[in-house]
């Protein structure tokens, strides 16, 4: 059997095979999908992390823009963009800045969302 149904088989029966499948990294206790499509089992998809680097690999929720970290701030009336990570065991919120342009302020979260959390950024896609 291909070693990726076997995975996704597993996977299906609550069975945590990933230790078998993926070498596992010290401290890395979850399993990050890359892409956040839970149902791509595939190993090129598949990381070891830490609980904290699974939740910056998060996509948008909800909110007033169409890009993560970027909300309408009513008072000042533009675009204010954060973000929020843990930083030396506390929960860190840092503001970005405000701005006329939606884009801009989503162009700014990318940048520091790939200082803050590297390859487990999950980018706004400008267009």
């Known amino acids: ?70 909300a309408w701030d009513k008072k000042s009336k533009k675009w204010r963009a954060q973000i929020e990570c843990r930083y030396e065991g506390r929960r860190k919120r840092f503001s970005l800045g405000y701005f006329k342009d939606e884009d801009e302020a989503g162009r700014k979260y990318n940048a520091k969302a790939k200082e803050l959390f590297g390859e487990f950024a999950k980018l706004n896609v400008i267009d």
Request: charged share 20%; glycine share 4%; aromatic share 8%.
């Open 1 to 70: 059997m291909n070693p990726v149904r076997l995975f996704v088989l597993f996977c299906n029966f609550g069975i945590n095979a990933s230790d078998a499948f993926i070498p596992k990294l010290q401290n890395k206790t979850c399993v990050d999908h890359k892409d956040n499509n839970r149902l791509n089992n595939h190993m090129n998809n598949l990381r070891w992390c830490t609980k904290a680097e699974n939740n910056m690999n998060t996509t948008k929720t909800c909110g007033s823009s169409k890009y993560k970290g970027v």
